[in-house]
C-alpha cells in the first residue's frame, strides 16, 4: 500500500503509521478517512485500520463509504461498519456491517441491509453483491418494494441492471391493486412487471383464483396465463373451471380455456324435507301496496334468515359435491343430494364480467298457464341470430379472438398503472437516496429491521388453503342468487359464459350436446344452439334452440325452439313416446316436470303399456293445435288436446313401421355422455347432411337378432328397412 498524502503522520512504537486524512493506493483502488492505521504482521501482512468518514474509490468506479475500515491487503478484503454505503451506478447498497473484497468485487452484509436502484428497494437479512455481473443474493426476510408491487421471500437472485428477480421457495408479489402472485419457482422482471413462474403457483384478484402447473402473467396488460392442470375459480359467481391451458384478462375478468376446459355448476336438488326456504324474492312484489324501499327492507331480511340457515346445511352440502381432483362417473344414489354439480365441456369455454346494465335478459314470454294459443304468426324468442334483440349486449357478439382479446386489455390497464406511478413512485426519491448521509442511514436501517419483523413471510401452505377455500365456496349452491334485474344497482356486475364447439353437458340426471351453449347469471338462462339434445333418464329432447333457465338455484322453466321433438323409450323394446312441435315449454317443480305444453301442429304419440305383463297394448296418436301435458311424480295426471285435428287408437298388432314414427324422429343414444371422463374424452359423432344407410342397416340387422315379444306373445323380427322408412318420412 501506497500513502499518497496526509495532513501529518507519525510512527507509534515503531510499527504502526497512523496518519490523519491520508489518502492510500492499492491494487488501483484509493481509500481515505479521517484517520488510520497501517501496520504490518509478524509475516509481513499489510493491514489498514481507519475511522471516520471512510471513502473507498475503486477503479470501475464503485464508492463505498464508512466509519470504521479493517483492511486486509493481501487478501484485498475490506471490513466496513457503522453507516455503510456502497454506489455502484444507479446502485446504491446501505448496512451496518459490510464485507467487500475488491479483487473479486464482491460485497457481503449478514446483520440486515438494504439495496436500492432504478424504483425497487429490497431489503434482507443477508445478501451477497456482485459488481460485475450486477447480480445479488438475497437469504432470509426478503421484502421488495416497487411502485407496483411488494415482494415477499426468503430465498432471491436480482440483478440490479435488468430489475429481474428470480425466487427459490415460497414468495408472495402482491400488487398495489389487491392482486397477488404466488409460486415457489420463477422469475418476475419488477420493471415490465412479466412474471414466468413454474411451481405450485396461484394468482389471485379479488374473489378470482388462477393456478397452473406454469403460470405468464404481464401486469402492464393485465394478462394471465395458465399452462397444465389450470384451475379458474371466481368465488363471487361461483364459477368454477379447469383445463389445459387458461387465459385470464383483468380489464373485464374474462377467462378463455381450452385442451379440455371443464366448467362445474351447484344445482340445488330442492326437496319437501329441505329446511332451506328457497322462496323467490321477486314474489314480495306481488302485494302492490308496499313500497320499493318496504319490499328491499323484506328482502334483507329473508336474505339474512336464508343465511343463518345456510350456514347449518353447508357441510352436508359439500360433502354431496363431487372431489374436484377426480372425474368419476356419477352414479345416482337412492336419496337425491342435497345439491348436484352439472359438468360443460368443450372445445372454447369462454367467461366474462359485464355491467349488468348491458345485459339484455331474453323474454320468452312464458306463462305457466299456457298463455294464448299461436296462429301463424311466430312470436320473436331472442335467437342468438337476432341482432336487434341484443343491442349492446357484448355477451353475445364475442369473438374468440385471443390475439383481439390481448390486444384490448393493455390499453386500459396500462393507463392505471401509469397513473399509480405518478403517486407512487416520485421522480425525486432516487435523488435523495443517494444523497442520503449517516443519520438517514441509520434511519432507514432501523426501519428496514421493523419491517422485516413485522412482514409474514409466506410458508408454503399458504396457497393450498385459498384454493381449496375457493373451490369449496364456489362448489357450494347459491340460495340467494337473484334472478331479475330490478334490484341490481347501475354499477353492479355480471359473469357470462359461453362454450363453443363440441359442447358436453353432464348432470346425474341430465346430460346434453350442442355446437354451442351461452350463459347469463343475471337470469341463469342457459341457451343451447347448433343441434343441441338433451337427455334425462329414458327421454331425449331435441329443437333448433333449446332455452333452459335456473332460479334460485333449481331448474325452473325450459323451452325448445322451432322442430321441438321429445321422445322416450317405451320399457325395454325399440318403440318410442313421442312429443313434437314448433315449440314445447316446460315447467319445473323441484327439478321435475309440472307441466308441458306443445304449440304448432303438436303431435302425440303414446305405446299404452300392461303393467303386469310389461307389454304393449295399443298405440294412441294425437294432432291438435296445443297439447297441454299435467304430471306428479313423472307421471301424468291430467291431458288436454286443445283444437284436435284427429285423435286415433291403434291396437299393437296393427301398429306398422310407417306410423310408429313422426316426422322427424331421431334416436341418438350414442351422442349421450355417460360419465364426466367420457364427457371429456369423447365428442359427438359428425352429423353429414347425407345419412349412412349402409352403416344404419348393418346396426339394425345386428338388433335384429334380438325378437321383441308383442301383446299377444309373438316374435317380431324388427326389419333393417325401419331406418330407411325413418329417413323418408325425415325428408
Known sequence: MRLLSSDRSRFINQKILRSYRPMYEHKGSTLSADSGDLYKDDLGREFFEAHGNIVINQPSGTTIYGTHLHYDAESQQAVLTRNVRMVDGETTLTTNYLTYNMRSQRGTYRNGGRIEGKGDTITSQSAYYFETSKDAYFNNKVVVRSPNVIIYTDTMQYNTMYRDAFFFGPTNIKGRKGENLYTEKGTYNTAFGIAKFNKNNLYTEGSRFLKGDSLFYDRNKGLGEAFRNVVFVDTLDKFYSEGGYGKYIESDQSILMTDKPLVKYVIQNDSSNSKVDTTNADSLKTDKSLS????????????????????????????????????????????????????????????????????????????????QIEETTEVDYGDLDDSTSFDNADSLSLKLDSNKIADKSPQINSKKIEGAKKVIAPKKAPEKTKAADSLNIELTTKADSVLRKKAEMPTGNEHDELITDALKSAQTADTLLKDSTQLFADTARTRIVRANYNVRVFKSDLQAVADSVYYGMVDSMFRFMGKPMIWSDGSQ?????????????????????????????VLDTLKFNQLKGRKITAFFANNSIERLFVDGNAENLVF????????????????????????????????????????????????????????????????RPKSVEDMLNRKRAPQSSVPDTEKDDKKDANESSSPVETKAGEVKKLNPATKKIEEKIQN
Open 541 to 569: 329432447i331435441s329443437a333448433d334452440t333449446i332455452f333452459m333457465q335456473i332460479k334460485n338455484g333449481k331448474m325452473d322453466n325450459a323451452l325448445l325452439k322451432q322442430n321441438a321433438f321429445m321422445v322416450n323409450a
Open 292 to 371: 320499493k324501499k318496504e319490499i328491499k327492507k323484506l328482502e334483507r331480511e329473508k336474505e339474512k334468515e336464508l343465511k343463518e340457515k345456510q350456514k347449518q346445511q353447508n357441510e352436508q352440502e359439500l360433502k354431496a359435491v363431487t372431489d374436484t381432483t377426480e372425474n368419476k362417473p356419477l352414479v345416482p344414489s337412492k336419496q337425491a343430494p342435497q345439491v348436484d354439480t352439472a359438468y360443460m365441456t368443450a372445445d372454447t369455454l369462454y367467461s366474462r364480467v359485464i355491467f349488468v346494465r348491458d345485459y339484455k335478459p331474453l323474454d320468452l314470454k312464458l306463462d305457466r298457464n299456457g298463455g
Open 608 to 671: 299404452s303399456t300392461n303393467d303386469k305383463t310389461k307389454t304393449i297394448t295399443e298405440m294412441f296418436h294425437d294432432r291438435s293445435s296445443r297439447i297441454k301435458i299435467t304430471m306428479e311424480n313423472n307421471k301424468i295426471i291430467d291431458y288436454v288436446s286443445i283444437r284436435k285435428i284427429d285423435q286415433k287408437i291403434y291396437p299393437f298388432k296393427l301398429v306398422t313401421q310407417e306410423i310408429e314414427v313422426l316426422p322427424g324422429f331421431q334416436w341418438k343414444p350414442e351422442d
